[in-house]
T-cell receptor, first 110, second 113 residues
Framework: GQNIDQPTEMTATEGAIVQINCTYQ??????LFWYQQHAGEAPTFLSY????GLEEKGRFSSFLSRSKGYSYLLLKELQMKDSASYLC???????????FGAGTQVVVTP | SQTIHQWPATLVQPVGSPLSLECTVE??????LYWYRQAAGRGLQLLFY??????ISSEVPQNLSASRPQDRQFILSSKKLLLSDSGFYLC????????????FGSGTQLSVL
């Protein structure tokens, strides 16, 4: 079976750092995606990790440990516009299907 | 560049009525196509995916069906909607091999009353 877990909600203040953890147990694994989704909108791609280690893209970084079935998304210098749901998703087969976690709602306060 | 169009944006339908949601992709050929549903406060659930014309795989048993009459057209249908069919429906495409990111349409908010 497929199981992808991430916290339901996190709150942080503007300018701070927040780390969203994701653990996964899947029958197959190609890599780990992170998407951002604002309320009522479609998810937009943030990052993709296929090898162990840290990938940095501006204020956002993503980490993967395949042996531990673990990833995190790090959001630095938080801005109000970063308030959104962050979805962890595992690529589990060669057909391009993604299995999504339930999402972590990040609330940025002034 | 590639674009994905999904319509309508919102839909309110009575229980027992039919449903047809359409999605088209431009700027690419032979994409993998997907229908996801997102219930309020929940994650994305994969409903159907297609790797080619007329090829549909269903992920969960349900009241819905999908069709792919053309390479870049994907349709989600139901003959009789249930209350439990309410949700946010998202069409997506990818280049089709493992590890390719999904590009999502803008979504359809379906309310079945």
């Amino acid at each position: 079976g497929q199981n992808i877990d991430q916290p339901t909600e996190m709150t942080a203040t503007e300018g701070a750092i927040v780390q969203i953890n994701c653990t996964y147990q899947t029958s197959g694994f190609n890599g780990l995606f992170w998407y951002q989704q604002h309320a009522g909108e479609a998810p937009t791609f943030l990052s993709y990790n296929v090898l162990d280690g840290l990938e940095e893209k501006g204020r956002f970084s993503s980490f993967l440990s395949r042996s531990k079935g673990y990833s995190y998304l790090l959001l630095k210098e938080l801005q109000m516009k970063d308030s959104a749901s962050y979805l962890c998703a595992a690529s589990t087969d060669s057909w391009g299907k993604l299995q999504f976690g339930a999402g972590t709602q990040v609330v940025v306060t002034p | 560049s590639q674009t994905i169009h999904q319509w309508p944006a919102t839909l309110v339908q009575p229980v027992g009525s039919p449903l047809s949601l359409e999605c088209t992709v431009e700027g690419t050929s032979n994409p993998n196509l997907y229908w996801y549903r997102q219930a309020a406060g929940r994650g994305l659930q994969l409903l159907f995916y297609s790797v080619g014309i007329g090829q549909i795989s269903s992920e969960v048993p349900q009241n819905l069906s999908a069709s792919r009459p053309q390479d870049r057209q994907f349709i989600l249908s139901s003959k009789k909607l249930l209350l439990s069919d309410s949700g946010f429906y998202l069409c997506a495409w990818s280049r089709g091999t493992g590890g390719e990111k999904l590009f999502f349409g803008s979504g359809t908010q379906l309310s079945v009353l």
